[in-house]
């Protein structure tokens, strides 16, 4: 069992940036692809970033942050990163981690099995 403890995200204006932080407590961890997804009031949750398991740590992005965010994972420290650059309104959002074992960094929502508790980005204009 993997349980995952966000850190990180607030309140930022146009243009900042932030970086969400992902800590996994359990065994295993290189063996979980991890993925970061979002989700907007009104909106459903939606691919944002993820990267394979450590054996192969592929990145993949959704089309709207490309450039802009980048993940990564510190297996010493069984923790995956989300960069954010360049943030705009649109990126205000309720974001996620989740981890699913020998996943891909591009598994489907619904093939991750575990889910942190989520975390708040406000961009202002």
């Known amino acids: 069992q993997v349980q995952l403890v966000q850190s990180g995200g607030g309140l930022v204006q146009a243009g900042g940036s932030l970086r969400l932080s992902c800590a996994a407590n359990g065994r295993f961890f290189s063996t979980y692809a991890m993925g970061w997804f979002r989700q907007a009031p009104g909106k459903e949750r939606e691919f944002v970033a993820g990267?394979?398991?450590?054996?192969?740590?592929?990145?993949y992005y959704g089309d709207s942050v490309k450039g802009r965010f980048t993940i990564s994972r510190d297996s010493a420290k069984n923790t995956v990163y989300l960069q954010m650059n360049s943030l705009s309104p649109e990126d205000t959002a309720v974001y996620y981690c989740a981890a699913v074992r020998w996943g891909r960094g591009n598994s489907p929502l619904h093939e991750y099995e575990h889910w942190g508790q989520g975390t708040q980005v406000t961009v202002s204009s």
């Open positions: 990267i394979g398991w450590s054996g192969s740590s592929t990145t």
